[in-house]
């Protein structure tokens, strides 16, 4: 089976619906409401991989159209959203992964800005926030909220180029290793724990 032809009706009916949306930026997903209809076997894996009934979905036009679809649950859950209805999907860790970075200027006037690999363009500030969590084997693992809810994993590589940025400052009573960028310093750790 093809995992870039939907085979199954309820992707079916997704393209379907998606056909008549605009082509660029991500859908107005908050301001839908349709019935929420089930799972739907799609999978985005750690790595940003996306995968139907276990196969790869390799055109990067329909993993960017489903990505604009996305919408972030009060639960903590993934659903795409169409006009007409909602599906469930999994997220193994986060809807998108941070590939790109730049950065622009120093201290409180610093820029960061990142490409996701749905290509969203994001620019770290308040509406933007980094947040580090520590992963497996006390790993830092930075994520950036793109929007509505749904964060990107920043990868490895940019993890190391973010942490060469980090620097110790005082935040709420409290020594912290963090980065400013946005005009917002991003706290990673304490700076006793770094």
Known sequence: MDADTPQDPTLARLGAALGALPKRGPAPVAMWNPPYCGEID???????????????????????LFASILRAEPD????LVTPVEAVGITVEDAP???VEMAVDGAGSERR?????????????????PLHFEE????????????????????????????VAL?????????????????????????????
């Open 42 to 64: 799609i999978r985005i894996a750690a790595d940003g991989t996306w995968f139907h009934n276990g196969s790869p979905i390799r055109r990067e036009k329909m993993v960017r």
């Open 76 to 79: 903590g859950s993934i659903r």
């Open 96 to 98: 998108f992964v941070a």
């Open 112 to 128: 960061i800005s990142f490409r996701t690999n749905v290509d969203d363009l994001v620019a770290v500030g308040p509406d933007h």
């Open 135 to 162: 992963g497996t084997g006390g790993a830092l693992k930075p994520y950036l909220l793109v929007r509505g809810g749904l964060w990107a994993l920043v990868s490895r590589a940019l993890t190391y180029d973010l």
């Open 166 to 194: 980090a620097e110790e400052r005082e935040s709420e009573g409290r020594l912290w290793l963090g980065l400013e960028a946005g005009g917002c310093f991003h706290r990673i750790a304490p700076a006793e724990a770094a």
